[in-house]
């Protein structure tokens, strides 16, 4: 089986860049941050199992041309889950290059506000974002590359050259996606991260659950037990994607075995704590039966 790959092309433009006076050390920090971004982007959609290279084949002046390969190893087993009853939670070298541009786009279209609101689309495919009655769209996996601390500063840092004089302009561009950012707007696209990230760890966890009903991108109230209650989002694209299927349902009191990721963050000078189950491993419904986990 052949890789998957796909190009993808990173641009500085300004008067630094044609007369020479910006070298790639000024640069480097950008091509740095662009494979984090990439690789973090790979892990969260696809797992440790994918193997993703970003190689630079061209290099003129203030341009660097890329290509992202994903191995063909990753692929066949992809194509044994596609083919079986296995999680199809997985993304080809395109998609990703795709999503990681969505998410510079987004970090630019919120100019720095933090009162969006995020609808996940029925299929799980798709996230609406809502600010002040405008919405963008995009793909789901670039709504959790945006969510993800790691993956957000990488992002910022692709734009940090912008800081320096005689750079004027960004892009990133591919065969069909096109992200542009100006100096000029390189403060509201790095005010876009409104919070910053205390701690935040991944747990097992049995959760009851206590809403009477559930709506895709909307929160779950759980209990952990002894009175202790949790607001939660559902992460778990799979999962979703059978409630909407209408193959998986539940109800107050169910008990769901997850991954429980808790992030504690400050925004605007107060500490919160957010919740989101990554991961849903069983479900089992009223009234108990036999062994539970």
């Not at 993808?8 to 300004?14: E, S, Y």
């Not at 786009?105 to 996230?127: C, H, M, T, Y």
């Not at 075995?257 to 919740?275: A, C, N």
């Amino acid at each position: 089986m052949q890789k998957s790959s796909y190009s993808l092309g990173l641009t500085f433009a300004g008067s630094a860049l044609q007369n020479h006076a910006a070298c790639v050390k000024d640069l480097a920090p950008s091509l740095l941050a662009l494979s984090t971004a990439i690789d973090r982007l790979n892990r969260l959609i696809n797992g440790d199992g994918a193997k993703v290279d970003l190689t630079v084949n061209a290099c003129t002046g203030g341009s660097f041309g890329f290509n992202l390969t994903l191995s063909p190893d990753f692929l066949f087993q992809v194509a044994e889950l596609v083919s079986g009853d296995g999680a199809t939670n997985v993304c080809d070298a395109k998609t990703l290059v795709d999503c990681l541009i969505e998410i510079l786009i987004l970090k630019k279209w919120l100019q720095g506000r933090s009162n969006a609101e995020f609808k996940v689309a029925p299929d799980a495919k798709s996230v609406s974002v809502i600010v002040e009655n405008k919405t963008l769209v995009i793909n789901y996996f670039a709504y959790l590359g945006f969510k993800d601390q790691t993956c957000n500063e990488a992002c910022l840092k692709v734009a940090e050259p912008l800081h320096q004089t005689g750079i004027d302009k960004l892009t990133v561009s591919t065969p069909e996606k096109l992200f542009e950012l100006d100096s000029s707007e390189a403060v509201g696209f790095e005010a876009s991260e409104a919070l910053t990230v205390l701690t935040e760890n991944t747990i097992p966890a049995v959760v009851q659950v206590e809403s009477t009903a559930f709506k895709v991108g909307k929160q779950l109230r759980v209990s952990l037990g002894e009175r202790n209650s949790i607001s939660v989002t559902i992460d778990d694209p799979d999962f979703i994607a059978k409630i909407n299927q209408g193959t998986e349902r539940f109800g107050k009191g169910d008990l769901l075995k997850v991954d429980l990721h808790s992030r504690q963050v400050m925004l605007g000078g107060r500490i919160t704590i957010e919740y989101a189950i990554t991961k849903v491993h069983e479900h089992k419904e009223k009234p108990y039966q036999g062994k539970l986990f």
